[in-house]
């Protein structure tokens, strides 16, 4: 596509109950990104995937989360037993993956725990 | 450890004047610092990117500087207008290989008119 794109926009779901959210990179971008932003916070670095090399998973906050990216394209955040504190903006991001590239970010997805 | 600061959480500015916004940073060696935009409920978008060898960089009304000795690189906004007011993240990229970009909490600026 033309940009990142991220599915659910929005999404509503009880404490406790597992969320899966979506990202679909720029074609052609081997570097892929998730970033979580917290309200009037700042980006808070999740995981990243760098073509075929295993994943840098150092920001994942706890066991909780985990991503797989199938196929070096399609990404896959998945939160288990969510709590009220994971309510924020998922951002996903990609770039070409040489360090100096612009890294495309989608519009995010945001999750709401009540 | 390794810290990255915009020096205020929010700026004001008369709408025509210069907005003069700063990053600094800590014990990293960042090989490209980068300035994106955020706007209310949508993703940063890319700015500018300026290498550690380059001291400025200029894109339309953005200028933009690094120091490596300094640490620090400033962001300008010439002769500002309202639909600049937006947050201003910085964003470190350490050209250490599998090392994501490390973003700054931003930097909220609203021009008034």
């Known amino acids: 596509g033309a940009g990142v794109s991220q599915s659910p926009s929005n999404k509503v779901t009880e404490k406790g109950k597992d969320v899966e959210l979506r990202c679909d990179p720029i074609?052609?971008?081997?570097?892929l990104y998730w970033y979580r932003q917290s309200l009037g916070q700042g980006l808070e670095f999740l995981i990243y995937?760098?073509?075929?090399?295993?994943?840098?998973k150092s920001g994942l906050p706890s066991d909780r989360f985990s991503a797989e990216r199938t196929g070096g394209s399609v990404s896959t955040l998945t939160i288990q037993r969510t709590q009220q504190e994971d309510s924020a903006v998922y951002l996903c991001?990609?770039?070409?993956?040489?360090?100096?590239?612009?890294?495309?970010f989608g519009e995010g997805s945001w999750l709401t725990v009540v | 450890s390794q810290k990255i600061e915009q020096n205020s959480e929010a700026l004001n500015i008369q709408e025509g004047k210069t907005a003069t916004l700063t990053c600094n940073y800590t014990?990293?060696?960042?090989?490209?610092l980068q300035w994106y935009r955020q706007d209310p409920g949508r993703g940063p978008v890319f700015l500018l990117l300026?290498?550690?060898?380059?001291k400025e960089k200029r894109k339309e009304r953005l200028k933009v500087t690094f120091d490596t000795t300094l640490k620090q690189s400033l962001f300008h906004i010439t002769a500002s207008q309202p639909a600049d007011s937006a947050t201003y993240l910085c964003?470190?990229?350490?050209?250490?290989?599998?090392?994501?970009?490390?973003f700054g909490k931003g930097t909220r600026l609203s021009v008034i008119a």
């Open positions: 991001a990609s770039s070409l993956g040489d360090s100096g590239n612009t890294i495309y």
């Open positions: 074609s052609g971008h081997t570097a």
């Open positions: 995937f760098q073509g075929n090399s295993a994943p840098d």
């Open positions: 014990n990293y060696s960042p090989a490209y």
């Open positions: 300026i290498r550690e060898n380059e």
């Open positions: 964003a470190l990229d350490t050209m250490s290989g599998n090392t994501p970009l490390v």
